[in-house]
C-alpha cells in the first residue's frame, strides 16, 4: 500500500477548540483505519490525532498550524510515499519551532532540518542512515521524519491500530469554525 496522508496531534486537552479551528466537528461514525477524508482519535499517549487523506491539507498550511498553535503545541506530519517526500515540524506560540524533510529527488541520505528539533532526532537519524549504508534499495532516511514524530506523539500513519469493536478513529465532517 502507498500513503499519501498527512496527520497532525494536539493535546488532548485542546481538541475542541482545534477541531473548532478546523471547522470539524466529530461524527458518531467510527472506523478501525483512517480512511475517510478526515478522522480524529484520542491516543492513550494524551494526544489528539486528525487524520487527513491528503498529504497537504488547508490545515497543515502555516497559517492554520500558526491558528493552531496559539493555545498549545502541534506536531504535523506529511508522508507523500509517490514521490517519497516525507515532513515533520512542531508548532507553538503561533511560529514553526522546527520543520523536518526528506525528499528522496534530492538523494537517497538527504534531510533538511531547520530550527531547533528534538534530541530524539539525532539517534533516528544516524540509525536511518547505518540501515540506508546496508540496505541500499529501500530509502530509510524517508523515515527519519515520521519516527521522530512517533517519538513524540506516539502515532504512526502506517502502525497497527486499536482493534475496539467499535473502531478508534472518529469521522470528523465539516462543522462551522471559529
Known amino acids: ?26 461524527t458518531n461514525e ?4 483512517p480512511e475517510s477524508s478526515s478522522v480524529g482519535a484520542s491516543l492513550p499517549t494524551g494526544w489528539y490525532v486528525v487524520c487527513f487523506d ?3 491539507p488547508a490545515a497543515l ?3 492554520s498550524l500558526s491558528s493552531l498553535s496559539r493555545h498549545a503545541t502541534v506536531v504535523a506530519c506529511q508522508v507523500e510515499e509517490h514521490a517519497m517526500v516525507s515532513t515533520a515540524a512542531c508548532w507553538s506560540d503561533g511560529k514553526e519551532q522546527w520543520f ?12 533538511e ?7 530524539a532526532l ?5 540509525a536511518k542512515l547505518r540501515l540506508q549504508e546496508s540496505q541500499r534499495n529501500v530509502d530509510h532516511v524517508f523515515d527519519v521524519p515520521l519516527a521522530l514524530a512517533e517519538s513524540l506523539v506516539g ?4 502502525a497497527a491500530f486499536d482493534d475496539s469493536e467499535e473502531g478508534m478513529f472518529a469521522v470528523l465532517a465539516r462543522g462551522r469554525g471559529v
Do not use: C, Q, Y
Open 1 to 26: 500500500m502507498v500513503f499519501s496522508v498527512s496527520w497532525l496531534a494536539i493535546p488532548v486537552t485542546a481538541k475542541d477548540s482545534a477541531l473548532a479551528t478546523l471547522g470539524l466537528v466529530e
Open 30 to 33: 467510527r472506523e478501525w483505519l
Open 54 to 56: 491528503h498529504p497537504s
Open 61 to 63: 498550511k502555516p497559517k
Open 100 to 111: 523536518v524533510v526528506h525528499d528522496a529527488e534530492d538523494g537517497p541520505t538527504n534531510l
Open 113 to 119: 532540518v531547520v530550527g531547533n528539533p528534538p534530541a
Open 122 to 126: 539525532e539517534e533516528i537519524r544516524l
Open 155 to 158: 502515532f504512526r500513519h502506517d
